[in-house]
């Protein structure tokens, strides 16, 4: 089957520009996660949905990121005025909803951002 | 609060040769923990998980791992070498069920022939 796909594989920007990355999970999978990976780190949590809600956005860095999974499955990742601090690959995994042990989270190939 | 420490962000084996990273944690709640792999330009794959049960955990490709909770470790070994297993590694270690894994800074195995 699918796995976790995400689009673009590459984006490249200019400073100040609005940027639109998107995930897709896979199916009948109901949580969802962003993170951030910047070069020589791991990755790093930014949100996390549960169905169509925002369960945990405390990893956001600021009010420039903004995530939305309106129906429960695509979710796009939205970043305002873009800075080149927000140069990175965006990850995105989704997992099936347990609460009696903790699930695989399946990670898609990422989206590099470049801001110029 | 959790987090985790990966020691040695580069690690190099000669082909055939056991394979070990390190991973300590520090975790407020028992703690769910995880391997990743990171090929080239690809997405993270689970190698192994420990949740609950044997502290010995077995995954994919031959690796292991053992949960050491007097020495808050999660070591990674395999061993033996293939020229394959180089790649970027990460510890992810997470609080309870559904919520978002911390993850290590990550070690690159180099592997020679």
């Known amino acids: 089957g699918a796995g976790v796909s995400q689009t673009p594989s590459n984006k490249v920007t200019e400073k100040g520009k609005y940027v639109e990355l998107r995930c897709d999970p896979i199916s009948g999978h109901t949580a969802l996660y962003w993170y951030r990976q910047s070069l020589g780190q791991g990755p790093e949590f930014l949100i996390y949905f549960q169905g169509t809600g925002a369960a945990d956005d405390s990893g956001l860095p600021n009010d420039r990121f903004f995530a939305v999974r309106p129906e429960g499955s695509v979710s796009t990742l939205k970043i305002q005025r873009t800075e080149r601090g927000d140069s990175a690959v965006y990850l995105c995994a989704s997992s099936v909803q347990g609460t009696q042990t903790y699930n695989e989270q399946f990670f898609g190939p990422g989206t590099r951002l470049t801001v110029l | 609060a959790q987090s985790v420490t990966q020691l040695g962000s580069h690690v190099s084996v000669s082909e055939g040769a056991l394979v070990l990273l390190r991973c300590n944690y520090s975790s407020s709640v028992p703690p769910y923990l995880f391997w990743y792999v990171q090929y080239p330009n690809q997405g993270l794959q689970l190698l192994l998980k420990?949740?609950?049960?044997?502290?010995l955990v077995k995954g994919i490709n031959g690796f292991e791992a053992e949960f050491k909770k007097s020495e808050t470790s999660f070591h990674l070994t395999k061993p033996s070498a293939h020229m394959s297993d180089a790649a970027e590694y990460f510890c992810?270690?997470?609080?309870?069920?559904?919520?978002?894994?911390?993850f290590g800074k990550g070690t690159t195995l180099s592997v020679s022939s």
């Open positions: 992810a270690v997470g609080a309870q069920a559904g919520t978002a894994l911390i």
């Open positions: 420990y949740t609950t049960g044997a502290t």
